[in-house]
């Protein structure tokens, strides 16, 4: 099974830029699905992007055009990088990744805080 860690989050101000990463623990990274998932307070998770093994992308509407997501198999690493960013883009943001029939699994989660 495969175990998650993000990192990148932090305080920006509007309009702002980060870059999430997500490192895997081994290699089967490279056969996952991988997605961005973010939780706002007092609100349900809510899907940012995903990325198949293959590279192919899928967008929330919130997040196209300001986000991209990207994945290195050779580093076991995927990426969201944030552009533009809003207030309304605060939230806990957390890795997930979909190994079929080894398993899924979710990262602790990492905060981002955009001030208006």
């Known amino acids: 099974q495969v175990q998650l860690v993000e990192s990148g989050g932090g305080l920006v101000q509007a309009g702002g830029s980060l870059r999430l990463s997500c490192a895997a623990s081994n290699s089967i990274f490279s056969i996952c699905a991988m997605g961005w998932y973010r939780q706002a307070p007092g609100k349900q998770r809510e899907l940012v992007a995903t990325?198949?093994?293959?590279?192919?992308?899928n967008y929330a509407d919130s997040a196209k055009g300001r986000f991209t997501i990207s994945r290195d198999n050779a580093k076991s690493t995927m990426y969201l990088q944030m552009n533009s960013l809003k207030p309304e883009d605060t939230a806990v943001y957390y890795c997930n990744a979909d190994c079929g029939g080894l398993g899924l699994a979710w990262g602790q989660g990492t905060q981002v805080t955009v001030s208006s």
């Open positions: 990325i198949t093994r293959g590279g192919n992308t």
